[in-house]
């Protein structure tokens, strides 16, 4: 009789822990969900909804006056951008605007690599004063796009006493002053020189953390076996920060064709619309011509364009990885 009146008290006792048990695993579950649903409505509200609707219009000729129908013209839009020509075809300004963004992403991405990485290990190697010089160099990546961008109009200006004509004007670099803005080419370099000035800071910053995070035993046994720090460098960080220079090197490479601000506050496509890039002449198409179904459009080509860099940067990047 005692033995089963214990059977039974430990019979309840573990029903109610299993019931409590559950309660909490219910609660936890209802609140795990709770979260996931938000970040679901906030991912479907203001990401999925927008791309899909994006990819739709891409094949409508759309119009956002409600008296005037939207209507289905399969693939016209992507023709118009790669095929018409002539005086009223796009695709002249289209391949404009393609060509400017290529270059930029040519010009701007080596530079800021290189002078970047080089940045971060001369800054890295000094005993003193690593704060002082990271912040400095950090300063025009948190600069507002509309100071630096009056900044870079005014020392370019097409005056001899303009800062850049001035310096080159003195050392007999040219013998009158340029007319840097109002020019295809000049004006280019004004754009990448700025997108230059305000990204390096950026990879400075992040080869500083991808060095601070290198075993130093490695470069103490090259020490011990006799390298130079000029090998060490070549030998030994270069290989070690490998993947970390892939993912660099790719976000430079998607900043580059996300370059708007620059072109629209220093030339606004000028002169002539020769400076107009992707975004910029998507813009335009958009917000001014009302073209909408054209630049949604050239959103999908220049998203696919950088699918399929991101595609080829996972694919080298997952045979570079070194570990230690």
């Not at 796009?145 to 005014?154: D, E, G, H, R």
Request: aromatic content about 14%; overall charge positive.
């Amino acid at each position: 009789m005692i033995a089963l009146e214990q059977y039974t008290t430990v019979s309840y006792k573990n029903k109610k822990i299993r019931k409590i048990k559950d309660k909490r695993r219910h609660k936890e579950a209802l609140q795990a969900w709770m979260f996931i649903g938000v970040g679901f409505i906030l991912f479907a509200v203001f990401m999925a909804y927008p791309l899909l609707k994006n990819i739709e219009m891409a094949f409508m000729d759309y119009s956002v006056n409600p008296n005037k129908p939207s209507t289905f013209i399969g693939l016209n839009n992507f023709k118009k951008a790669f095929l018409s020509s002539g005086v009223l075809g796009e695709s002249d300004k289209f391949y404009l605007a393609l060509r400017n963004t290529l270059l930029c992403a040519l010009v701007t991405v080596p530079f800021q690599w290189f002078i970047g990485m080089m940045l971060a290990v001369a800054i890295e190697s000094l005993s003193k004063g690593k704060m002082f010089y990271r912040f400095l160099l950090y300063i025009p990546v948190i600069s507002d796009w509309l100071v630096v961008a009056i900044l870079f109009k005014y020392i370019f200006q097409d005056t001899s006493g303009a800062l850049v004509n001035s310096i080159l004007l003195n050392l007999h670099i040219i013998k009158e002053p340029v007319m840097w803005l109002q020019n295809e080419w000049t004006a280019n370099i004004v754009i990448w020189s700025l997108c230059i000035w305000k990204g390096i800071g950026w990879v400075m910053i992040m080869y500083t953390t991808a060095l601070q995070d290198l075993p130093k035993d490695i470069y103490e046994a090259a020490e011990v076996d006799g390298a130079t720090k000029k090998q060490s460098f070549w030998k030994i960080t270069i290989p070690l920060l490998q993947s970390r220079t892939y993912f660099i090197i790719t976000s430079l490479i998607i900043g580059a064709f996300n370059v708007l601000l620059q072109v629209m506050l220093i030339t606004n496509g000028g002169p002539m619309g020769r400076t107009d890039v992707l975004l910029n002449y998507m813009y335009n198409k958009a917000f001014s011509s009302f073209d909408f179904g054209y630049a949604a459009a050239l959103s999908v080509i220049m998203g696919i364009i950088l699918i399929v860099i991101s595609v080829f940067q996972k694919k080298i990047t997952n045979n570079a990885k070194i570990e230690f």
